[in-house]
Nanobody
């Protein structure tokens, strides 16, 4: 069993930055960030493997977002730079042993944190 708690969301102007954190409690798995805007499906953002050696990004955030983890602190981060209004969504972290960009492959989810980017 894994518990996930996100934090760090908020309101920011376009071009600004935010860093999301996801504290995980339980076994160490690969971790992903997803987002869901109103009226849209949940969208993959980034993935990091259990050790932090491998990362993978959606094309829409590549070069702007960075996923990282500190297993000693049981935390995964999503550094978001050059934010755009279309990045506005609820951001979720998720954990799964064999998952990458398919949300159906993740076994545990956090409660989500709102990110709002104003133009």
């Amino acid at each position: 069993q894994v518990q996930l708690v996100e934090s760090g969301g908020g309101l920011v102007q376009a071009g600004g930055s935010l860093r999301l954190s996801c504290a995980f409690f339980g076994h160490t798995y690969g971790m992903g960030w997803f987002r869901q805007a109103p009226g849209k499906e949940r969208e993959f953002v980034a993935h990091i493997n259990w050790s932090g050696a491998t990362t993978y990004y959606a094309d829409s955030v590549k070069g702007r977002f960075t996923i990282s983890r500190d297993n000693a602190k049981n935390t995964v981060y999503l550094q978001m730079n050059s934010l755009k209004p279309e990045d506005t969504a609820v951001y979720y972290c998720a954990a799964g042993a064999v998952a990458r960009d398919n949300p159906n492959h993740y076994d545990w989810w956090g409660q989500g944190t709102q990110v709002t980017v104003s133009s």
